[in-house]
Structures are given as C-alpha cells and as structure tokens.
Nanobody
C-alpha cells in the first residue's frame, strides 16, 4: 500500500488542523493505521493509531483529548483531527500502515507515507 499525507500548514496556538492520509490499493481496509511525528532534532514518535475495523483507537499521552484519529475505508483515507494545537506539536507528521498486532504501541509499521509539515506559532 502506498500512502501520502497532506493537510499540514501554519496555524496559531489554540487552532486546529485536519491531516489526511490517502492510500492506494484495494487492501487498505485490512491495515491498522497510525500517525507519527518528528520534530526537528528529535526522534520520530507515535501519535495515534486506529484498528483496521475502526473500532479501536490509541493515542500518545501528549495528544490525548486534543487529537482524534479516524478512517473512511470507502475513501481509502485516514484522518487526524488536531485541536488545541500548541507550539510543541510542530513537526513533520507521517502516516503509516501495518498488519501487526503491535500497532497500538507504534511498532512494526511496514508502510510509510511522505510527511506533511505542521507548524504551530505561539
């Protein structure tokens, strides 16, 4: 499966953005999906994940209550709604796919998309 994230941009602190990740391939619905981010000079970190059924979602503590992951299999797309953005959320955001049961911990993702930059100004 091929992935492409988009929807990043510049937003003021307290604002919102919605990222989208479009997937190619008819097997999209079989994959668990995740969002990750990497800030400048830092390691990539897990942000959120959603099961292939869409029934289970998981979040990093740093975004819990502010970010929401969702998916629309009819559109082969996974979303990340980001509210109450803070400068520390500034990073390149990546979407990824896996069939591994460790998806909720951000592990063993096999397919990665190009990232989209989110910049939050104070």
């Amino acid at each position: 499966v091929q992935l492409q994230a988009f929807g990043g941009g510049l937003v003021q602190a307290g604002g919102s953005l919605r990222l989208s990740c479009a997937a190619s391939g008819r097997t999209f619905g079989r994959y668990h999906m995740g969002w990750f981010r990497q800030a400048a000079g830092k390691e990539r970190e897990f942000v959120a994940a959603i099961s292939w059924t869409g029934r289970n979602t998981y979040y990093a503590d740093s975004v819990k209550g502010r970010f929401t992951i969702s998916r629309d299999d009819a559109k082969n797309t996974v979303y990340l709604q980001m509210n109450s953005l803070q400068p520390e959320d500034t990073a390149v955001y990546y979407c990824a796919a896996t069939s591994s049961g460790t998806y909720s911990r951000g592990l063993r993702y096999d397919y990665w998309g190009r990232g989209t930059l989110v910049t939050v100004s104070s």
